[in-house]
């Protein structure tokens, strides 16, 4: 236990922590190319899945034709959804921005929905409804809300999973919107 | 003793503690590993039957019905391509909501039910567990 | 404006550190004087930016500035003073502008203290601290800029995690952090040591206040980690082996085993080196803390949101800084040499022994911690491992541990006679055992060897602490500060040790149903249910119980449990309602209601908890005693007669 003068043999051992802390730091770094973190949607850059479905409060249907030709912003919600309130404001004011949005009513029912809207308003150019949340499955959808940015030719551009009143996640919406102006003009 | 003999003596009484060390805890560990999967993988038949294990998934939005008696719950999970029915006997975290992400602890019982007898919840409302994440992701791809 | 000038600052501050850490040590290896004296001043324009930058961030929370991004996200108009203040550090960015300003703050606090320390030792020891608080600097002006500006400005923000909100929590992370970047000055002392190839008992003697100081201020913050859960997550525990508790756990414990080291190399001179890679591995296990917290490789409870970026920055600053310290300890190490001798039935055998069981139980946690990820790294699947584990794991180290802790103290340096130990400590160990052993079967009729091994092992740390204590009276009737420090903290063991046992083995809990008028009994305690009410908060609405406990026909307490629905967020918050005692806990958590006014209810008895806390609050106080020993102040005085002999020299 007495050790004296600096030992040659020994040398190595001094190694030995810089050794294991190698080792970790490989461990660390591959834990954190590994781990999944985020959940990108596969949709994004791909077409609007192919959908017909009834509309709430009129008669008639809406498909994926009819999301192309303009610019939309996809909104999923339900009745059910506490978040969905909160970002009812700032989808009412990107909608009176100018940007059309359409809603898509998730696994509710159609007098829930209604009442709901008359509410606090009804920021929505038309409203799809999809009580069985079969759609909702085509287009990945895991809860509600998530809004869905759709460009002029139907294609995804970006999808945002929570309400939007969050200013970190409208930041990342605001500068999708302004890439996909700038890319039509 | 001399110096040589006693540095050998404690050598020998550090390997052997390292080793029982080693031993005892490597053995706690193998018992009291969790693993985690989906509801998916648990449809194909490769969760344990005997053992814990973990469940991850999303609760299906109004899947969840509450016993009139008790606190029995029961809830389907999914992972957006399977589902599984949960049955839990306690009070769920404040954080459980439909539609959300959860992870629960526990066993399946003979008639395909799994029983939970923890179910967690993550403290971050629009967060998802990354094993819930990666067990979605897997699902979409097939 | 104010937040711009903030940025500014912080980048000033950057520009200054820059200096503070490279300018000394080319002093130092110059022996350039007027850059050596640089070291000071630096330090402290280091600390008067980051203040600002700091007062800027604090000041944007206060007057609600929501058009900077991290203010809109932790804080909204409803939210009391206290929350603003403390929303500062709620999340990534504004705690690491916390680390930074702690770090700082150490800085300063070395280059004011110990101005009798060589002054070439001096500025590479505030260089080294330098260059770590380059790290934090850069991260946070590089991928993590607290004064980011939003447009277009919310008119409201998001609100802080309501968990957060509660005065236990909201001073808890600097606690905690006061704890981790202390222990970066006993870090800067060793890399400081390792440049200079001279490390002697001096050294030890100079980083060991630093590092009990640190070593307190980490065991009050896991201490207040700890209550704030049982407070707070309405689920009555205490620790949970949570990889973020984990990661507050590791640093301690290996803090723990440097501060009893670091006694063998001041008062003896051995175990140098191995001094040296614990000052280095208990400053790496805070960083290691702080990338699990904020990468999330690790999954847990409350992890910070998480972002690849800033995983891969932490990853590599802990290259550098872990990997460079290890390499110099690698390279330099070997110029180290321990002159003492010692018997292997000595004070320093009873050191290294407990050191070693301390460093086994880091390696436990680091294991069940870090498995997961390992096999994750290594593709077979995703595992997490349960709290048996761990439980076990600390049983088995708790044994030697507590063994040792009867005896390590009583031992002389150098060389002891193992039958005067075995003469003092025989019959306490036999008492303490059979008292042990006998107390559960008095408790409640059952004989439970487990339980009774606990408390004979907290009777034994408490009668052989308190012999230690009478006998250094008795021979001495001088009781230095440092000595009576050591007692408490070793009571505080104790005290934690009966704790654990007993709320482990008579706890209950109940989940049930309760309709107003209905009663459950727990542990003899009845607890009523009266009925529901609502109540509102200053920032939130809630549904508060109603229970009346009584024991016998008498009424002990009132109970009201919250559920809180916090403005601007979606879901209930739980607030347990705790009757405290000095020897049981009653406590009650709302669950959800069930129809007809039944709600379901989550009822605890907690024996002995609060003993747990006394207990690391005795631990806390004996290190801050020791600190105050006379010995360290010594330097003071010293630095004292320096001044005065500089003032009557000009």
Known sequence: MTETTPNKPFVLKRFIPLIIFALLVVMLAVGLTLNPRLVPSPFIGKPVPEFELPLL????????????????LLNVWASWCFACRQEHEMITQLSRSGLRVVGFNYKDKAEDAISWLSQLGDPYEVIVQDLDGRVAIDWGVYGAPETFLIDKQGIIRHKVIGPVSDPKKLKALMEALEQLQSMES | MNKRSKRKLLVVMVVFGVAVATVLSLTALQENLQYFYSPTEVKAGEAPDSREFRIGGLVVAGSVERATEGLLVSF??????????????????????????????????????????????????????????????AAEHK | ??????????????????????????????????????????????????????????????????????????????QPLLYRVSGVWGSHEGSLLLWALILSLWTTAVAVYSRSLPDVLMARVLAVMGMISIGFLSFMLWTSNPFERIFPVPADGNALNPLLQDPGLAIHPPMLYMGYVGFSVAFAFAVAALLGGKLDATWARWSRPWTTIAWSFLTFGIALGSWWAYNELGWGGWWFWDPVENASFMPWLVGTALIHSLASTEKRGVFKSWTVLLAIMAFSMSLLGAFIVRSGVLVSVHAF??????????????????????????????????????????RETALLLNNIIFLTAAVAVFVGTMYPLLVDSLGL??????????????????????????????????????QRIKTSRQVLFIASLAIGIVLP??????????????????????????????????????????FSGMIIAHLGMSMFVAGVTIVMTYHQEKDVRLEPGSSYELSGYDFKFIGIRKVTGPNYLADEGHLVISRDGEKVADLYPQKRIYQGQSNAMTEASIDVGLFRDLYAAMGEPLGKDAWSMRLYYKPWIRWIWLGTLFMTFGGILAVCDRRYRQSVVQRVKGLNEQVATN
């Open chain 1, 57 to 72: 409060n009129q008669a008639g249907t809406f498909t994926h034709e009819d999301l192309k030709g303009r610019v939309t």
């Open chain 2, 76 to 137: 389907d999970l999914t992972d957006n391509a399977k589902i599984i029915t949960v049955e839990y006997s306690g009070i769920l975290p404040d954080l459980f909501r439909e539609g959300q992400g959860i992870i629960a602890l526990g066993a399946m019982n003979g008639s395909g039910t799994f029983v939970a007898n923890e179910v967690l919840a993550k403290h971050d409302e629009n967060y998802m567990p990354p094993e819930v994440a990666a067990a979605l992701k």
């Open chain 3, 1 to 78: 404006m104010i937040p711009e000038l903030g940025h500014f600052a912080l980048i000033v501050a950057f520009a200054i550190t820059i200096v503070l850490s490279i300018v000394p040590l080319i002093g130092a290896a110059k022996n350039d004087a007027a850059m050596i004296a640089l070291a000071r001043p630096a330090a402290l324009a280091q600390l008067l930016f980051i203040s600002l930058s700091y007062a800027a961030l604090t000041h944007a929370f206060i007057v609600h500035d929501f058009s900077v991004l991290y203010v809109s996200q932790h804080s909204n108009l409803v």
């Open chain 3, 305 to 346: 949101a998480t972002d690849p970026a800033r995983g891969v920055f932490i990853l590599v600053f802990l290259c550098i800084v872990v990997g460079g310290s290890l390499a110099l300890f690698a390279w330099r190490s070997a110029t180290v040499t321990s002159s003492g001798r010692f018997s292997w039935f000595s």
């Open chain 3, 381 to 418: 699947g995703k595992i997490s491992v349960g709290r048996p584990y761990f439980d076990t794991m600390f049983a088995l180290v708790a044994i030697p541990l507590i063994i040792l802790l009867g005896i390590g103290p009583a031992l002389r340096w150098k060389r002891d006679d193992a």
């Open chain 3, 441 to 482: 079967f008095i408790i409640d009729g059952v004989l439970n060897i487990k339980t009774g091994l606990g408390l004979a092992g907290a009777l034994w740390i408490a009668m052989t602490t308190l012999n230690s204590l009478y006998q250094r009276i008795r021979m001495s009737k001088r009781l230095p500060l440092a």
